[in-house]
């Protein structure tokens, strides 16, 4: 269940659509810091998505946002 | 793709009331995923809370929703379950409330067998009243009530169910994200009273008193002390100190509740049984 | 056809009182002196597809009943003294959630353990406040076994109806004394209840107020979904602080079984030979049955008094006491407690007559010899 080596992965297809509904964004940061690529970073308490192109598609910022605040749109 | 929780949610019920890394939320979201997986219909679900933070969860599911008293889930649900036994019945709430106030209802529910599923938030610390000690605070921990180092014994909730008679036991924590939703869709699945332990975080409350630098830190701690039960076979006691073992603890087939009143109602009316 | 008679002991005519009602759920908890419905229940519930659970303790026998009551179904729980106040919380619950159930509660002495085989009336005013918080409160007092028979159908009625806890209060003289019962035909007693929501499933509110005071209650595992929790809630039955619907809800709830109507439809007396009487006799449960045994040999004397008997006890009977207490020369209260609805009759009258309690808490029951030298002593 550990997080993908950053390393190890390929990327694959289309960048992805990350949204961030900044209203439910509590700003625990836990996206940002467990995002294997770096995509996200906390600005002022609101997670930012700063890399998007960097995105593997692994999910664990939508799966750990205890806020229902990110969703990866993959297609 | 991104998981449509939205059709599992009341419409304006977000954001939460949940503090900034609770993991209460990310339990929801897996709760969500698994009722999604076993198919559940939102009529034909109960999901049944006693008091505190995690017991709020039911208020933001489009279910049938019932937030009881402090403790009485268990019991509440019993009344459900039994009057209704077509329903799935899940139970939600925290270590204070399933452990300490609300024990009795809790063992007893595991006593029966009966065919519920109890998901209990293990965050070490009564979070609403303000970060007391529960039955499941560390010993030697703080809380605002153990000013110097807790010195109660611990419960092992899941040792607790296991030993009450639950015939389904995991554990799991909310870094396990996936592990989440794996584990409470088999305690759905598994006919008799399954309980699924998930180790939670409780930054506002708990981690702030105990020197835990960020919920990050928390979540860290979480993963780094979680040893799967396949793996602990492997691993000398000397190397599980201070560990928790997650994934299925326990799992074993013995008759349930509802089915063996069933066979009393055949009795009572001449029926062969 | 001959009607069933049985001879049956009052906890004996409750069981089967509920099961007239339509009783389908029990959940008990073991207590003297209210074992037998438990165990009439136990027996009948599953013979007509009903549940009958015991549980593990009194809290978790009110929290199953009213879980039950949820899913649709016509509940009951049994205790006694020291159970129903471990149920106090879970009473309020159900108050506040407005969830139909019936307690029966089998009145020993108190406070606590008391003395469990032995009789007593110290309930009544925990009937009224024992739960925390401003509420309702409907309670029924039988003084036979016939009563609490006919009694115990009523309280589910009421129950249903106005859609909260009704508790019925019997003493344990009642509850183990052994009566002939006539078992009323089906049909013969009326069976309410309660109302189901006709509004499309999107639109159900379980607390909308536009099916007035009463709002029509939805059950679990039907086409409609709601939420119900303890907290002060909005008519959607999501938690609210905003003062304006705290407000509305908590005098709505109190006003559903206090307004005029709903007094007329709730309240039940007896009255024996209060219209000439000088000295009137409040009396409830098996006390009532000293009290008239003791208003006959007093009229014998030339005595004019008569007796007054609630049978809903709560609502209290404020009008009619209060009209008595303007007719009477004095208001005498015994019961098995230290003057507890004594207290109640002393403020609807606010003076206008002397109120005198006879309170006996010794385990025995109040005789009529004790209420004859009382009124004599008044006269």
Same mark, same amino acid.
């Given at each position: 269940?550990?997080?993908?080596?950053?390393?190890?992965?390929?990327?694959?297809?289309?960048?992805?659509?990350?949204?961030?509904?900044?209203?439910?964004?509590?700003?625990?940061?836990?996206?940002?810091?467990?995002?294997?690529?770096?995509?996200?970073?906390?600005?002022?308490?609101?997670?930012?998505?700063?890399?998007?192109?960097?995105?593997?598609?692994?999910?664990?910022?939508?799966?750990?946002?205890?806020?229902?605040?990110?969703?990866?749109?993959?297609? | 793709?991104?998981?449509?929780?939205?059709?599992?949610?009341?419409?304006?019920?977000?954001?939460?009331?949940?503090?900034?890394?609770?993991?209460?939320?990310?339990?929801?979201?897996?709760?969500?995923?698994?009722?999604?997986?076993?198919?559940?219909?939102?009529?034909?679900?109960?999901?049944?809370?006693?008091?505190?933070?995690?017991?709020?969860?039911?208020?933001?599911?489009?279910?049938?929703?019932?937030?009881?008293?402090?403790?009485?889930?268990?019991?509440?649900?019993?009344?459900?379950?039994?009057?209704?036994?077509? *329903?799935? %019945? =899940?139970?939600?709430?925290? +270590?204070?409330?399933? &452990?300490?106030?609300?024990? /009795?209802? @809790?063992?007893?529910?595991?006593?029966?067998?009966?065919?519920?599923?109890?998901?209990?938030?293990?965050?070490?610390?009564?979070?609403?009243?303000?970060?007391?000690?529960?039955?499941?605070?560390?010993?030697?921990?703080?809380?605002?009530?153990?000013?110097?180092?807790?010195?109660?014994?611990?419960?092992?909730?899941?040792?607790?169910?296991?030993?009450?008679?639950?015939?389904?036991?995991?554990?799991?924590?909310?870094?396990?994200?996936?592990?989440?939703?794996?584990?409470?869709?088999?305690?759905?699945?598994?006919?008799? *009273?399954? %309980? =699924?332990?998930?180790?939670? +975080?409780?930054?506002? &409350?708990?981690?702030?008193? /105990?020197? @835990?630098?960020?919920?990050?830190?928390?979540?860290?701690?979480?993963?780094?002390?979680?040893?799967?039960?396949?793996?602990?076979?492997?691993?000398?006691?000397?190397?599980?100190?201070?560990?928790?073992?997650?994934?299925?603890?326990?799992?074993?087939?013995?008759?349930?509740?509802?089915?063996?009143?069933?066979?009393?109602?055949?009795?009572?009316?001449?029926?062969?049984? | 056809?001959?009607?069933?008679?049985?001879?049956?002991?009052?906890?004996?005519?409750?069981?089967?009182?509920?099961?007239?009602?339509?009783?389908?759920?029990?959940?008990?908890?073991?207590?003297?002196?209210?074992?037998?419905?438990?165990?009439?229940?136990?027996?009948?519930?599953?013979?007509?597809?009903?549940?009958?659970?015991?549980?593990?303790?009194?809290?978790?026998?009110?929290?199953?009943?009213?879980?039950?009551?949820?899913?649709?179904?016509?509940?009951?729980?049994?205790?006694?003294?020291?159970?129903?106040?471990?149920?106090?919380?879970?009473?309020?619950?159900?108050?506040?959630?407005?969830?139909?159930?019936?307690?029966?509660?089998?009145?020993?002495?108190?406070?606590?353990?008391?003395?469990?085989?032995?009789?007593?009336?110290?309930?009544?005013?925990?009937?009224?406040?024992?739960?925390?918080?401003?509420?309702?409160?409907?309670?029924?007092?039988?003084?036979?076994?016939?009563?609490?028979?006919?009694?115990?159908?009523?309280?589910?009625?009421?129950?249903?109806?106005?859609?909260?806890?009704?508790?019925?209060?019997?003493?344990?003289?009642?509850?183990?004394?052994?009566?002939?019962?006539?078992?009323?035909?089906?049909?013969?007693?009326?069976?309410?209840?309660?109302?189901?929501?006709?509004?499309?499933?999107?639109?159900?509110?379980?607390?909308?107020?536009?099916?007035?005071?009463?709002?029509?209650?939805?059950?679990?595992?039907?086409?409609?979904?709601?939420?119900?929790?303890?907290?002060?809630?909005?008519?959607?039955?999501?938690?609210?602080?905003?003062?304006?619907?705290?407000?509305?809800?908590?005098?709505?709830?109190?006003?559903?079984?206090?307004?005029?109507?709903?007094?007329?439809?709730?309240?039940?007396?007896?009255?024996?030979?209060?219209?000439?009487?000088?000295?009137?006799?409040?009396?409830?449960?098996?006390?009532?049955?000293?009290?008239?045994?003791?208003?006959?040999?007093?009229?014998?004397?030339?005595?004019?008094?008569?007796?007054?008997?609630?049978?809903?006890?709560?609502?209290?009977?404020?009008?009619?006491?209060?009209?008595?207490?303007?007719?009477?020369?004095?208001?005498?209260?015994?019961?098995?407690?230290?003057?507890?609805?004594?207290?109640?009759?002393?403020?609807?009258?606010?003076?206008?007559?002397?109120?005198?309690?006879?309170?006996?808490?010794?385990?025995?029951?109040?005789?009529?010899?004790?209420?004859?030298?009382?009124?004599?002593?008044?006269?």
């Amino acid at each position: 269940m550990s997080s993908p080596k950053a390393e190890a992965v390929q990327k694959t297809g289309a960048t992805p659509r990350i949204e961030v509904i900044e209203r439910y964004c509590k700003g625990c940061s836990i996206c940002a810091e467990f995002c294997p690529t770096k995509v996200l970073e906390m600005e002022t308490f609101v997670v930012k998505v700063v890399k998007p192109e960097a995105c593997i598609k692994c999910m664990q910022c939508e799966l750990r946002c205890p806020d229902f605040a990110i969703k990866v749109h993959t297609e | 793709m991104a998981y449509d929780y939205e059709k599992s949610i009341r419409p304006g019920k977000l954001p939460h009331i949940w503090c900034p890394g609770c993991g209460h939320g990310i339990v929801m979201k897996g709760l969500i995923r698994a009722m999604d997986s076993c198919g559940l219909e939102k009529n034909n679900t109960a999901l049944v809370s006693g008091i505190g933070c995690a017991s709020r969860l039911p208020g933001y599911v489009d279910m049938c929703t019932l937030h009881t008293a402090h403790g009485r889930a268990a019991a509440f649900a019993t009344g459900v379950k039994m009057a209704k036994p077509e *329903m799935t %019945v =899940i139970c939600l709430g925290g +270590d204070g409330d399933g &452990t300490a106030i609300g024990g /009795n209802h @809790f063992i007893h529910a595991c006593r029966r067998n009966i065919d519920m599923t109890y998901v209990i938030m293990n965050n070490f610390i009564y979070g609403m009243t303000g970060g007391q000690f529960s039955p499941c605070t560390p010993t030697g921990m703080k809380a605002s009530t153990t000013p110097y180092g807790n010195p109660d014994p611990t419960f092992d909730i899941s040792k607790l169910a296991i030993g009450a008679g639950a015939t389904f036991v995991a554990r799991t924590t909310a870094f396990h994200a996936t592990q989440i939703d794996k584990l409470i869709a088999e305690g759905i699945k598994h006919k008799g *009273m399954a %309980v =699924i332990e998930v180790l939670d +975080d409780c930054p506002t &409350t708990y981690g702030r008193r /105990n020197k @835990f630098r960020s919920v990050v830190d928390m979540m860290k701690k979480l993963k780094e002390n979680a040893v799967p039960v396949q793996a602990a076979s492997k691993m000398t006691a000397e190397q599980l100190q201070g560990k928790f073992l997650t994934g299925v603890l326990y799992k074993e087939d013995k008759p349930e509740y509802i089915e063996q009143y069933a066979k009393v109602i055949a009795k009572a009316q001449g029926q062969a049984s | 056809m001959a009607k069933k008679v049985a001879l049956l002991q009052g906890n004996e005519a409750c069981a089967h009182g509920a099961l007239y009602a339509g009783a389908k759920f029990f959940g008990g908890y073991p207590i003297t002196p209210s074992t037998e419905v438990a165990e009439v229940l136990s027996i009948e519930l599953p013979k007509v597809g009903g549940k009958f659970i015991q549980m593990e303790d009194e809290i978790a026998a009110m929290a199953s009943i009213i879980g039950a009551s949820l899913t649709g179904a016509k509940v009951i729980t049994a205790t006694s003294g020291p159970g129903v106040s471990l149920k106090q919380e879970l009473i309020g619950y159900a108050c506040i959630a407005e969830v139909p159930c019936v307690i029966i509660n089998v009145m020993r002495g108190g406070p606590s353990t008391g003395m469990p085989t032995g009789p007593g009336q110290s309930d009544v005013m925990q009937a009224r406040w024992g739960t925390h918080g401003d509420h309702a409160a409907i309670a029924l007092v039988p003084a036979s076994c016939q009563e609490i028979f006919t009694e115990t159908v009523r309280a589910f009625n009421l129950a249903e109806k106005y859609r909260m806890p009704v508790q019925v209060l019997y003493d344990e003289i009642v509850g183990h004394m052994r009566e002939r019962i006539v078992f009323p035909e089906p049909g013969e007693l009326e069976v309410i209840d309660r109302a189901k929501p006709t509004v499309p499933p999107e639109q159900y509110k379980p607390y909308d107020t536009s099916f007035g005071d009463v709002p029509p209650l939805a059950a679990f595992g039907s086409e409609y979904r709601f939420h119900v929790t303890g907290l002060n809630k909005a008519q959607d039955g999501f938690p609210t602080t905003k003062a304006e619907y705290v407000d509305a809800e908590e005098r709505r709830q109190i006003s559903k079984v206090e307004n005029e109507k709903a007094r007329a439809d709730i309240e039940s007396n007896e009255e024996y030979l209060t219209e000439d009487a000088e000295v009137l006799i409040f009396a409830y449960g098996s006390t009532s049955r000293s009290a008239r045994y003791a208003v006959n040999e007093l009229r014998k004397e030339g005595i004019k008094a008569g007796l007054f008997r609630p049978i809903t006890l709560w609502p209290f009977p404020e009008k009619r006491v209060a009209l008595l207490g303007k007719q009477v020369k004095a208001i005498i209260v015994p019961e098995m407690n230290l003057g507890q609805m004594n207290l109640e009759v002393e403020r609807v009258v606010k003076g206008t007559c002397p109120v005198i309690s006879i309170g006996r808490v010794d385990g025995e029951p109040l005789n009529p010899g004790q209420i004859i030298a009382q009124v004599k002593e008044v006269k």
